[in-house]
């Protein structure tokens, strides 16, 4: 059907960097809205960023100023850049998409939500 491939989740330090990635699969040709959401363990699944077709972004209070979302419409991508991590930063990340628009070989379909299969982010030294 569809996929959202995430990548770039590992270990940093307190204060480091981390860039996420995640790629629509080719046969997605529209998606109105992508973001990242993440859950720590014990805890329910959070927003951190959204951004539309229109470059409108929502930033949870939590990473403003330290974190940055950039999209590539003409890939359906989407990059969260993480600067000055924290140890409550540590939780699994997942790519959103939202309103998508496909082709499975029958023609166009539509998906109102998909999520990637998320991407593990810890902060510790």
């Known amino acids: 059907q569809v996929q959202l491939v995430e990548s770039g989740g590992g270990l940093v330090q307190p204060g480091g960097s981390l860039r996420l990635s995640c790629a629509a699969s080719?046969?997605?040709?529209?998606?109105?809205?992508m973001g990242w959401y993440r859950q720590a363990p014990g805890k329910q699944r959070e927003l951190v960023v959204t951004?539309?077709?229109?470059?409108?972004?929502n930033y949870a209070d939590s990473v403003k100023g330290r974190f940055t979302i950039s999209r590539d419409n003409t890939k359906n991508t989407v990059h969260l850049h993480m600067n000055n991590l924290k140890p409550e930063d540590t939780a699994v990340y997942y790519c959103n998409a939202l309103g998508i628009l496909y082709y499975n070989g029958d023609g166009p379909k539509h998906l109102d939500a998909y999520w990637g299969q998320g991407t593990q982010v810890t902060v510790s030294s």
């Open positions: 080719q046969n997605i040709f529209s998606v109105n809205s």
């Open positions: 951004i539309n077709n229109s470059d409108i972004t």
